[in-house]
């Protein structure tokens, strides 16, 4: 009997989750649209004439627009064609990729209020150096420069090949704050991992630390109770749920905060792919071994993530913006004098017409001369990566694309596996990490240039997310990035042309996802 009550228990639980109640309710509402249109256009003509002006007119809109990436275009312009009357309606509701005019508007304001703490700390003579010893590395970081993002050099650099070793440094760091810290991840889920941070933010805002959580609403569906913030309140850490989850069909559910910060008083910040929750460290198994990476920046660099986060914090919480400006400013250097090579932090977002992160990326790929390596858990490029990474292959770059060996989402492993043959056919190696789930973003360009962050390589982390990345020029912590993908290769598989065969269903279903990606 007992059995059998803890059996209902859970199913009922399951039953009445978040995840599944906001599940059904989506589903519900697609629906109701769908039947709506279906109804109303049988009594009433001129609804069909108005909804397929609709659609045109969006259609013309769509290709005006010389920011959208082609294959956007092309996937609504095929819905327009396949529902002409809906669509046009369709693409008013989700068809901008851009966050809707209320969040945009919060986070433009709070991009200009933070702007001057993150220029403060400009320096001239980094970006000089670097344009002396790597001139073509010196035009990125202008780059990069110029969207706002300044370029350190006296930093020290922690490469962190796993989940595990980035947490083993991370709560010794947190314990280590002074005046404040500050925490951003697009997961947090409760277990040991989540806990042991959280008990030393409970220590540490009781000791009157400015302890700050932003996290994901959207991605800790799962991991955290609903409201979880009221919680964290409690306990004297200040929280925010970033663009909290309802179960309504709009544009602005569609943008999440994917990045992975954690600052602490602006001289030690930790990014990478690792989000707060246990099967990051292997504590609790999912898809095999997981695999992840990491860095810690110890020194002025820091300072950019903390600029990073403040600037997401303000948008939710305007009230603090005035404040902040003048609490926080620039600590000073506190690295270790002298080291080496440079860091340029910078983020990404979905408010402006800059894809940055494409653009780091384009940059790595135009520059290799030897060798480029990429770890990327979902390998969905666009059609301008996957012309420059064939055109990289095809002037002799040694180009190597490490992806998961066991997927997390089986329709989007497909998908991945559907780019291998054309970018094999190029010359491309591709590999598998066999042992489980490959989640790292690092990518390594001829050990001159490395990138460690958030930033998947598909549509969502292109072009719709809230993403972060630390670009390396030179130092020490390229040569472990280099070593950690020598031991990753030795734990792959690699994949050959007739890997790639599939079955005709196989293919159409590809070809379907394939043109679905940028809608999503």
């Known amino acids: 009997m007992d059995k059998l009550t803890k059996g209902l228990r859970l199913l009922a639980s399951k039953l009445f989750s978040r995840v599944v109640v906001t599940a059904f309710l989506l589903l519900a509402q697609f629906l109701w649209l769908f039947l709506m249109f279906s109804r109303l256009t049988e009594y009433a003509r001129w609804l069909g004439v108005a909804g397929t002006a609709l659609s045109v007119v969006m259609c013309l809109i769509l290709v005006r627009q010389d920011s959208t990436a082609p294959e956007f275009k092309i996937s609504w312009i095929i819905l327009f064609i396949v529902m002409p009357v809906p669509g046009g309606l369709l693409y008013l509701l989700w068809g901008d990729k851009r966050p809707a005019w209320k969040l945009r508007r919060k986070l433009e304001r709070a991009a200009a209020q933070v702007a001057p703490l993150r220029t403060a ?9 670097l344009q002396r010893e790597q001139p073509r590395l010196g035009g990125t970081a202008a780059y990069l420069r110029r969207c706002g993002f300044p370029l350190y050099g006296d930093t020290e650099v922690t490469y962190y090949p796993g989940g595990e070793a980035f947490f083993a440094d991370l709560v010794p760091a947190l314990e280590a704050a002074e005046r404040y810290i500050f925490i951003e991840f697009f997961i947090i889920s409760q277990g040991e991992m989540w806990q042991a941070v959280l008990d030393v933010l409970r220590r540490k805002a009781a000791r009157g630390v400015d302890v700050r959580v932003i996290y994901d609403d959207a991605g800790c569906v799962k991991g955290l109770p609903i409201r979880y913030w009221r919680r964290l309140e409690a306990d004297g850490i200040r929280a925010v749920p970033f663009n909290p989850f309802v179960p ?87 690295a270790r004098a002298g080291a080496e090579g440079f860091v340029q932090p910078f983020c990404d977002s979905p408010v402006d017409r800059e894809s940055v992160s494409k653009s780091v990326y384009m940059e790595l790929i135009g520059q290799a001369r030897e060798r480029l390596y990429i770890c990327t858990p979902y390998l969905i490029p666009d059609n301008d990566l996957i012309t420059a990474l064939r055109l990289a292959a095809a ?21 991945t596996r559907s780019y291998f043959a054309p970018l094999l056919e190029a010359g491309i190696r591709v590999y598998t990490y066999t042992p489980g ?84």
């Open 121 to 129: 700390a400009q320096e001239p003579a980094p970006a000089a150096a």
């Open 248 to 334: 309504l069909l709009n544009l602005v559910m569609n943008n999440r905060d994917h990045r992975k910060i954690a600052v602490v008083d602006g001289t030690v910040a930790f990014t990478g792919g690792a989000n707060l929750a246990d099967e990051y460290i292997n504590r609790a198994p999912r898809f095999g071994h997981w695999r992840d990476t990491a860095v810690r920046l110890r020194g002025p660099a820091a300072w950019s993530f903390a600029t990073m986060f403040l600037e997401l914090w303000d948008a939710e919480r305007p009230e603090d913006a005035a404040r902040d400006l003048a609490a926080f400013a620039p600590p000073g250097n506190s």
């Open 395 to 415: 002037r002799g770059v040694d180009l190597r694309i490490y992806t998961p060996g066991i997927p997390d989402k089986k329709l989007i492993y497909q998908l």
């Open 437 to 520: 789930f490959l989640h790292s973003k690092t990518w390594l360009c001829d050990d001159r240039a490395a990138v460690v962050g958030t930033i998947n390589l598909d549509y969502r982390s292109l072009y719709l997310h809230f993403e972060c990345g630390a670009l390396l020029y030179g130092g020490p912590a390229l040569r472990d990035i280099a070593r950690d993908m020598r031991a990753l290769e030795a734990q792959c598989a690699p994949v050959a042309l007739a890997d790639c065969r599939t079955s005709i269903p196989g293919t159409l279903v590809s070809a379907v996802l394939r043109l679905l990606a940028p809608l999503c």
